[in-house]
T-cell receptor, first 115, second 114 residues
Framework: SQTIHQWPATLVQPVGSPLSLECTVEGTSNPNLYWYRQAAGRGLQLLFYSVGIGQISSEVPQNLSASRPQDRQFILSSKKLLLSDSGFYLC??????????????FGSGTRLTVV | AQSVSQHNHHVILSEAASLELGCNYSYGGTVNLFWYVQYPGQHLQLLLKYFSGDPLVKGIKGFEAEFIKSKFSFNLRKPSVQWSDTAEYFCAVNAMDSSYKLIFGSGTRLLVRP
């Protein structure tokens, strides 16, 4: 069966420090991968998605970047964190096919606090 | 661009009350529709989905939702809520011409009082 792993679960980082959040999927190949940020009262905002290795689409201008160095690995990064980057970050995957008939499967999330 | 509106941000009900959470989307083409639930301290989980056929779909734990295409709506219902239904509920839309993306609403926090 497919599983998704996301780490770390919580992270406290100072302003200006770098960031690397990792997400990996097991039990499937060529998944579509997504990074979302969840903010209270604002739902889930799609940040990046990837349909293949090295293919990244950015949905919103921001201080963050994403990379997909391997088929089932998706990384969210920043060179210098801002206070506004604090939030709850969720990774998700869906099967590689047109249309999201079955929805996404979400990871457990990372609570990032920038201080 | 597609958008999803959930008009009720906070709902408080007593056990056994009926529930209806509103969801409207803005997109004129073919859509797949979803409701997700996030129980306190847990992952987002798929509650139910619609992609074709009967517009009244049934999900887990007694929830159902009705797709009304003319109203661009996909409201979530449950005839009798339980304390364990306390959670945050998210509506989401996949527009078929943006086939890789789910767009989420802002969520509705439901508190069920015993």
């Amino acid at each position: 069966s497919q599983t998704i792993h996301q780490w770390p679960a919580t992270l406290v980082q100072p302003v200006g420090s770098p960031l690397s959040l990792e997400c990996t999927v097991e039990g499937t190949s060529n998944p579509n991968l997504y990074w979302y940020r969840q903010a209270a009262g604002r739902g889930l905002q799609l940040l990046f998605y990837s349909v293949g290795i090295g293919q990244i689409s950015s949905e919103v201008p921001q201080n963050l970047s994403a990379s997909r160095p391997q088929d089932r690995q998706f990384i969210l990064s920043s060179k210098k964190l801002l206070l506004s980057d604090s939030g709850f970050y969720l990774c998700a995957w869906s099967p590689d096919r047109a249309g999201i008939v079955d929805g996404y499967t979400f990871g457990s999330g990372t609570r990032l606090t920038v201080v | 661009a597609q958008s999803v509106s959930q008009h009720n941000h906070h709902v408080i009900l007593s056990e056994a009350a009926s529930l209806e959470l509103g969801c409207n989307y803005s997109y004129g083409g073919t859509v797949n529709l979803f409701w997700y639930v996030q129980y306190p301290g847990q992952h987002l989980q798929l509650l139910l989905k619609y992609f074709s056929g009967d517009p009244l779909v049934k999900g887990i734990k007694g929830f159902e939702a009705e797709f009304i295409k003319s109203k661009f709506s996909f409201n979530l219902r449950k005839p009798s809520v339980q304390w364990s239904d306390t959670a945050e509920y998210f509506c989401a839309v996949n527009a078929m011409d943006s086939s890789y993306k789910l767009i989420f609403g802002s969520g509705t926090r439901l508190l069920v009082r015993p």
